[in-house]
């Protein structure tokens, strides 16, 4: 239980994203509001079918700040007025502050995902800094990549394309063998495969490849121990999801939301 006296805020905030039906966001912080004594602040989901709907919904919603999931991380910069320098390297946004001054509205765009993988990373790893697998190609992997080029670990990105691109290399799932798992011993997972209610999917590569000196971690974190997980742990290898980073990029935004704040 928490410690924490009443706080008489006022503010609402939110997601979008589609299709939105097991957010994590609306839970945290609805405990969040309530663990801390934070009054008069609520948090909802906004499924929007198009990120062209994201206007409208600003209009008639008087929001102070809202996170964005999946598919709008990169289709929401053009409806940033100001982008933070580390989200516009990344080149995805999944948090964004709002500020009314006067008659005016100004949407700053921010990626905490980058601070919540940080950290959560660097507790799985400790001192090591493996060679890497990114699996995918979206906007979650786009933090994933900085993170990576940030702490000096070399990666490889597989993806169903083998489009060259810089500064990593970029392979098929096809092209992964039983080698390349022993040569990149960290493997993240960065699609949505394993999501529920798709629980027994899982990206396709040659598991029996894995043993005890890989490292799998695995954005998702519905359900806490995905099928890719599994794999990980059947063979001994260190594994993460993604709540950690979750609960950590979520504390961020909010911090981000509450500067300045009056």
Sequence with gaps: MSNATNKNLSCRYGLIGYPLGHSFSERYFGEKFAAEGIAGCSYENFPIASIEALPELLASRHLD????????????LPYLDAIDPEAAQVGAVNCVKVVREGGSTKL?????DIYGFRISLLEL???????????G??????AVEHVLRTLGISYTIVSRS???TTP?????????TPRTLKDNPLIINATPLGTYPDTESAPL?????????????????????TRFLRYGEEVGARTAN?????????????????????
């Design 65 to 76: 700040g809202f996170n964005v999931t999946i598919p709008y991380k990169q289709a929401v």
């Design 108 to 112: 700053t765009g921010y990626n905490t």
């Design 125 to 135: 790893l400790g001192k090591d800094r493996p060679r890497a697998l990114v699996l």
């Design 137 to 142: 190609t979206g906007g979650a992997s786009k």
């Design 162 to 164: 083998a489009e060259a």
């Design 168 to 176: 990593a290399s970029r392979m098929t799932y096809a092209a992964v």
């Design 205 to 225: 590569l040659p598991y029996e490849g894995l043993t005890s000196a890989n490292v799998l971690y695995d954005l998702v974190y519905n359900p806490p121990v």
């Design 242 to 262: 993604g709540y950690r980073m979750l609960v950590l990029q979520a504390e961020r935004s909010w911090e981000i939301w509450r500067e300045d704040a009056k």
